[in-house]
């Protein structure tokens, strides 16, 4: 199995778990400039993430917070469109994956000396954002206090000596 049909297979069966993605393909940035942006987002929370994008000067975070939009879009759709109608929380997003690959470069010539051409390659990135839901974990309150109870007389105890 080749390499493009291990990540398309991969992509579906995120897919299919619930996860939402988004892609953008040819666009008009050089990859190595979308991965500084990209780096720094991978990981955070959607919110996080756009407000990075906001403030960033890079040229990329705009292409990358389309994409990232695109992608939050496409999980609230997925979540009308079940079975169950539930609306998705935005706030429990998170930015599972995030790659920026190399696309196809647009080939220019620049006219050199002595009526020679010297090829220029303006390079094209795709774009791929995978979200996914965290799951929020809460304690109850009533438990919440008693186990503070309890670490602070543990805690005193273990302080004498």
């Known amino acids: 199995m080749s390499e493009r049909s291990r990540i398309r297979a991969a992509r579906h069966a995120a897919e299919k778990k619930g996860v939402s993605s988004a892609i953008q393909r040819t666009t008009r940035q050089s990859p190595y400039k979308m991965r500084l942006v990209i780096d720094q987002i ?18 990329a975070a705009v292409q990358i917070a389309k994409v990232l939009n695109s992608a939050v879009a496409n999980a609230e759709f997925k979540s009308r469109a079940g079975k169950g109608n539930e609306s998705i929380d935005v706030d429990t997003l998170y930015i599972k994956h995030a790659i920026v690959n190399e696309g196809p470069a647009l080939r220019r010539f620049m006219p050199a000396a002595q009526g020679r051409a010297t090829p220029i390659r303006k390079r094209t990135s795709h774009d791929e954002i995978i979200l996914d839901a965290r799951e929020v974990s809460r304690v109850p309150r009533s438990t919440r206090g008693s186990e503070r109870s309890t670490t602070r007389a543990s805690s005193s105890k273990g302080s004498k000596g």
């Not at 959607?46 to 960033?56: D, Q, R």
């Open 42 to 59: 991978r990981g955070k929370d959607v919110n996080e993430a756009l407000g990075l994008l906001k403030f960033s000067k890079k040229h």
